[in-house]
């Protein structure tokens, strides 16, 4: 039995320790052990330049949220994702068993209980944790996530958990195998170190951080390893004139006996909320070990990135608005272009509240360069989302 499956079981025993409690003391509010999560429903249809040569899979994904709090000073966390997928991209996509399943993380946390017949079913522990708060000192360790990511595209301080923004149906973003120990000077500056040791001495990251508000802005400034690099960094959010203003700028160097290249990741974003309801938000990306082509949709959507190459291009701008149309319906709008390969990725979405903890959502991804046979489609996918939230 694997360590993944252990955690299950006692996740199961904790889960009926709760449900038990909450029928011999309903009245009480602040319970030591909650379980919140979804259930979501996901239609995924995707084609080329054919709409008629269509690939369809259906994803079916629960999460479990465990928290137990013994006392004002310590939280232990247990979180885990359940998926069912199925359909032809299951069949068809290479290694994408593997793809769910495979984690860079020292602990396997991720079991695939069936993978045939078009058919997979994973459950992965992405958080489990223990977090001491005492004072000035807020202590944690175990799988958790680091987010030193300041910026909503591209966020290259992130060097313990970089995301990927097409992978808009993994909110939580991924975690890491790690310890972390923050100290707070006062309220407006902090220090913090990170430690997560990887497979191998080649995947280690650790970093020391330090925070600091000034002129009205929140900075942050980190240096350390990544994996067979040494990196250092700088961020920094405020506003101009009342427009969101937030920029990340990392700098990797390999050492040691490793040839790497040397690599620089920088960011800015600008965003802005009209009196209307109207929300524009621009951002640019420059990574110089960007490419000059596009891989297909289904790879890009895929990727597992890293904040030392965190987009395929060199030079990326992102343009997007939102609108709610009524309180209960918004429409987004999102868009990429790079010169690499006059490349152009439209993201239109939208969002229905049902009720209360009911949410509908109807996601597109459609992605243009230019190619041998000129210039055209590459890939589109559209993705239907029924959401319930407990």
């Known amino acids: 039995m694997n360590t993944a499956l252990r955690i299950w079981l006692l996740f199961v025993v904790l889960l009926v320790s709760n449900c038990l409690q909450a029928q011999d003391d309903t009245t009480k509010r602040d319970h030591k052990l909650t379980v919140t999560g979804y259930v979501k429903y996901l239609e995924q249809v995707e084609f080329t330049s054919n709409a008629t040569d269509l690939l369809t899979n259906e994803l079916i994904h629960n999460r479990l949220n465990v928290r137990y709090r013994p006392n004002d000073h310590l939280t232990l966390r247990l979180e885990i994702r359940n998926r069912v997928y199925y359909g032809q991209l299951v069949q068809t996509y290479p290694g994408f068993a593997s793809l769910v399943t495979g984690s860079g993380e020292s602990l396997n946390l991720s079991e695939n209980w069936v993978n045939k017949n078009a058919v997979l079913i994973n459950s992965t522990i992405d958080r489990a944790s223990a977090e001491y708060i005492k004072g000035k000192w807020d202590i944690t360790a175990g799988r958790q996530r680091i987010n030193w990511g300041i910026n909503t595209v591209w966020t290259p301080n992130d060097i313990f958990n970089t995301f990927n923004y097409f992978d808009f149906d993994y909110e939580e973003r991924p975690g890491s195998d790690a310890a972390r ?61 009342g427009a969101g203003f937030k920029g990340e700028v990392t700098f990797f160097s390999p050492y040691g006996r490793y040839h790497d290249s040397t690599a620089l990741v920088a960011s800015v974003s600008a965003d802005y909320a009209f009196k209307s309801g109207i929300y524009v938000m621009v951002s640019g990306l420059f990574n110089s070990l960007g490419r000059d082509s596009l891989v297909n949709i289904t790879q890009l959507a895929a990727a597992s990135l890293s904040a030392k190459n965190i987009f395929p291009f060199k030079y990326t701008a992102f343009a997007g608005v939102s609108y709610p149309i009524t309180p209960i319906l918004k429409a987004s709008l999102g868009g990429m272009y790079s010169l690499s390969g006059n490349s152009l990725i439209f993201l239109p979405s939208v969002t229905y509240s049902i009720a209360n903890n009911w949410l509908l959502d109807l996601v597109g991804q459609s992605f243009f360069s230019e190619q041998k046979s000129g210039y055209g489609p590459v890939g589109t996918g559209f993705y239907l989302r029924f959401k319930w939230g407990f």
Do not use: C
Not at 184 to 193: H, I, K, T
Not at 195 to 212: C, R, T
């Open 181 to 241: 120990v923050q100290y707070s000077f006062n309220n407006s500056s902090s220090l913090e170190v990170a430690a997560s040791p990887g497979k191998a001495d080649s995947l280690n990251i650790g970093a020391l951080m330090y925070h600091l508000n000034k002129f009205d802005y929140d900075f942050q400034f980190f240096s350390g390893i990544f994996k067979r690099d040494i990196t250092a960094g700088v961020g920094w959010a405020g506003n101009i004139k």
